[in-house]
Nanobody
Framework: QLVESGGGLVQAGGSLRLSCAASTRAFKNYVTGWFRQASGKEREFVAAISRDGGSTRYADSVKSRFTISRDNAKNTGYLQMNSLKPEDTAIYHC????????????????????WGQGTQVTVSS
C-alpha cells in the first residue's frame, strides 16, 4: 500500500514536497514513480527512480524543476517540486513496481502494479 501526502495550494513559483509512504518493508526492492492527472486529461508520467536511487528519469515538462528521491530506511519516496506553474495542477500519484535489478527504471503506467490514492496539487497564477 502506498499513501501520498504533501499536496496543497501554492502560488506560481512556489514549492511543495510530496511524500509516498509504503507499508511494505521490501520497499527497497521497488522502482518508484510519480504520475499526475489533470482534470479532463489522461494520467502522465512525471518522474521515476530506481530501487537503489542511482538512476532517475523525468518528463521533459518537469526536468530541472522537480527532483525525485527516496529513503529506503524509511520506506518513503519523495518528489520535490520547485518553480511550480499553474500547468502543474493535478492529482499526483505515486506508484511502485518490484524489480530484481537495482538499475531498472520504468516510465509507463503498465509497468507499475502498486498505486497510491493521490494527492491534489493546485498552483495558482
Amino acid at each position: 500500500q502506498l499513501v501520498e501526502s504533501g499536496g496543497g495550494l501554492v502560488q506560481a513559483g512556489g514549492s511543495l514536497r510530496l511524500s509516498c509512504a509504503a507499508s511494505t518493508r521490501a520497499f527497497k526492492n521497488y522502482v518508484t514513480g510519480w504520475f499526475r492527472q489533470a482534470s479532463g486529461k489522461e494520467r502522465e508520467f512525471v518522474a521515476a527512480i530506481s530501487r537503489d536511487g542511482g538512476s532517475t528519469r523525468y518528463a521533459d515538462s518537469v526536468k530541472s524543476r522537480f527532483t525525485i528521491s527516496r529513503d529506503n530506511a524509511k520506506n518513503t519516496g519523495y518528489l520535490q517540486m520547485n518553480s511550480l506553474k499553474p500547468e502543474d495542477t493535478a492529482i499526483y500519484h505515486c506508484a511502485a513496481a518490484r524489480t530484481l535489478y537495482s538499475s531498472n527504471i520504468y516510465y509507463t503506467e503498465g509497468s507499475y502494479d502498486m498505486w497510491g490514492q493521490g494527492t491534489q496539487v493546485t498552483v495558482s497564477s
